[in-house]
């Protein structure tokens, strides 16, 4: 495994449409292997194989729901982050619900955007050993598929954004 360089704009693999994987063996495995790394490592929630200038249709996500908290703010209850690893993902169902919120993006480093997205999403996609497989997606998860399969068709967060606002690097949160 590696941490390979997130690229940023101007590179030209993040405005490019992104092919469909057809290869499923460990040239895909190892490049998976690497994105989780590298998203990691930065830390973020998402990452798609473009950000890495790898023009596929692969990305990897990272979420968990927020912890419980009593009713002093104490945390009684983590949930685990659960890995998501989406190869020739396509979006077959989004809710009619819209809903904005403030996301950010390990290629864009020092902005935030406010972006309105579908609540609830049905995604098909291939596991990274080609067996078809659905999810159904809502709020923060629904909104990273939907960040991250935009990466995969060359769009940005900063071309759906209603707002968008300039953070210093190291008060950013987490990107996608
Ligand atoms: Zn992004």
């Known amino acids: 495994m590696a941490i390979r ?18 290869e499923f063996g460990d040239d895909l495995q190892s490049l998976i292997d690497d994105m989780i790394e590298t998203m990691r490592d930065a830390p973020g929630s998402g990452l798609a194989a473009p950000q890495v200038d790898v023009p596929l249709r ?31 993902p396509e979006i077959t169902r989004r809710s009619v619900e819209l809903v904005t919120a403030t996301e950010g993006c390990l290629s864009l480093p020092d902005l935030l955007a406010d972006v309105e997205r579908a609540e609830g999403i049905t995604v ?36 759906r954004a209603e707002k968008l606002y300039k953070v210093e690097p190291e008060l950013e949160g987490e990107g996608e």
């Open 124 to 159: 098909s996609y291939q596991t990274p050993r080609g067996q078809s497989a659905k999810i159904k997606a809502e709020g923060w998860l629904a909104r990273i598929f939907q960040h991250e399969i935009d990466h995969l068709d060359g769009v940005l967060m900063t071309d």
């Open 58 to 88: 692969v990305f990897v996500a990272e979420f968990g729901p927020e912890p419980d908290v009593d009713e002093d703010g104490e945390i009684i209850h983590e949930y685990p982050r659960k890995l998501y690893t989406m190869v020739n």
């Open 5 to 22: 360089t997130i690229v940023t704009p101007p590179n030209e693999t993040l405005r490019r449409k992104a092919r469909a994987v057809s």
